[in-house]
């Protein structure tokens, strides 16, 4: 039955051509704009004006490289991540990355549902009515019965974070002081180097690289789609980093030229500085628009790879095409818990601080960890023809080798900070 519904699956998307392969790519793009990196990227253009746009344009190859290889080692293996580390390195090892990687996901999964909990209190709404809803949403999309109709609810939502290009022309940035801070790069002030360590060392997020991968599979694509597959990737890539430009050139264009130095920890922080540009609504609505989008989508997509992460290490079934049952009780569990309990965390109002560096932390360690086994698996998992050769696979050994580099240089700091 099982085999049956997955060759009625493969049919109906070859018969939609790249409609049907597009989806795995934007999805995790837009979820790599969530709140913290929205708030990061307000807070850039606050503090470094329009100098911060450059490190984004040179993000832009590193996060295509790294989730171009999920998509051949999805595509060709059939297998997700968290499998092919364990069946490559061992179970000790995969148990490494699924933990460190259920922690990675649920401190994410704090910042996304404070992001909702922050939106709702720009129009007076209490957190008490916007996690709960927030949370049977996401929980809901689960139970649709199928992976690509959830792939395209959340690309739907996650498009919401293009509202804020709005506030951007409203802000109207000169073009004159963009090309200045594009070659302006004050390397020499530690702030900025390590905002843009910052950034760096949180592009390649662990939980997207086990995202996109289990999202090949479940969506049953083939070697035939790789080439389709990579432009969604490569399109994903493209809108992530452009919605970032968008907020720090806004930000630039406003709080950042008359001197601000903003440190925004909440929403409501970026539209009270933003509102004496743009007025209090507009800017209410425009920021509270574009992270009640990231905020969701990526709560969505934190949340699936974390589930998907962890069952393939346990073995179990793990697949959205999969109905609910005693077959896939495991996986459809693992995923309510983690909303659940990012959304009991937010309503009990636990001081967060402390958590949110401990995250930091381990983020920035497991980076270089599940970087160093993507290039692995990528040398030993794959047949010589998918692998990569020549320039290209110089390229992108050499960016995420630097991108891990960055990541080890940020534990330092943010231990003293811990």
Not at 10 to 37: E, N, Q, S, Y
Not at 377 to 398: C, F, I, N, S
Request: charged share 10%; net charge neutral; aromatic share 10%.
């Amino acid at each position: 039955m099982i085999e049956k519904n997955d060759n009625l699956i493969k049919t109906r998307l070859r018969g939609h051509g790249w409609l049907a392969v597009w989806g795995p790519g934007l999805l995790v793009m837009l979820a790599d704009t969530d709140a913290g990196c929205l708030i990061t990227a307000a807070q850039s253009g606050a503090q470094w004006g329009y100098t911060m746009v450059l490190p984004q344009l040179v993000l832009i190859p590193v996060l295509f490289m790294a989730q171009e290889m999920t998509v051949r080692l999805g595509i060709i293996t059939q297998e997700g991540h968290g499998t092919l580390i364990r069946k490559y390195f061992g179970r000790g090892w995969a148990w490494l990355a699924a933990v460190t990687l259920g922690i990675s996901a649920v401190g994410a999964l704090l910042t996304e549902f404070i992001g909702i909990a922050g939106v709702g209190e720009l129009f007076g709404v209490s957190k008490w009515i916007t996690i709960p809803i927030a949370t049977a949403f996401l929980v809901g999309i689960a139970f649709l019965g199928e992976y690509r109709r959830v792939e395209k609810i959340g690309v739907m939502v996650g498009l919401a974070e293009f509202a804020f290009v709005i506030a951007m022309i409203m802000a109207k940035p000169q073009l004159g002081d963009l090309m200045r801070g594009l070659v302006t790069v004050p390397w020499r002030n530690s702030s900025y180097v390590y905002l843009v360590a910052a950034n760096v060392g949180a592009v390649i997020m662990p939980w997207m690289l086990f995202y996109q991968q289990g999202a090949v599979v479940d969506k049953h694509l083939t070697a035939a789609d790789i080439p389709q597959e990579r432009r969604d990737t490569a399109v994903g890539t493209l809108i992530s980093q452009a919605i970032m430009i968008v907020f720090i050139v806004t930000f630039a264009a406003t709080v950042g030229k008359h001197g601000g130095s903003e440190a925004f920890a909440t929403v409501g922080q970026m539209a009270a500085a933003l509102a004496p540009y743009l007025d209090e609504l507009p800017a209410n609505l425009l920021i509270g628009t574009s992270l009640l989008g990231g905020s969701l989508v990526a709560a969505l997509v934190v949340a699936l790879a974390g589930t998907w992460g962890l069952t393939e290490v346990l073995g179990w079934p793990h697949s959205l095409n999969e109905p609910f049952n005693r077959k896939s009780a495991g996986f459809y569990l693992i995923y309510i818990g983690a909303h659940v309990i990012g959304a009991v965390l937010v309503l009990a109002n636990i001081q967060l601080v402390d958590l949110a560096v401990t995250v930091e932390v381990i983020n920035a360690l497991l980076v270089p960890i599940v970087l160093g086994f993507l290039l692995l698996l990528e040398a030993k998992a794959l047949p010589d023809q998918y692998r990569m050769h020549g320039w290209y696979r110089v390229v992108a050994t050499t960016l995420c080798l630097l991108v891990m580099a960055f990541g080890l240089y940020m534990v330092g700091p943010m231990t003293h900070l811990w």
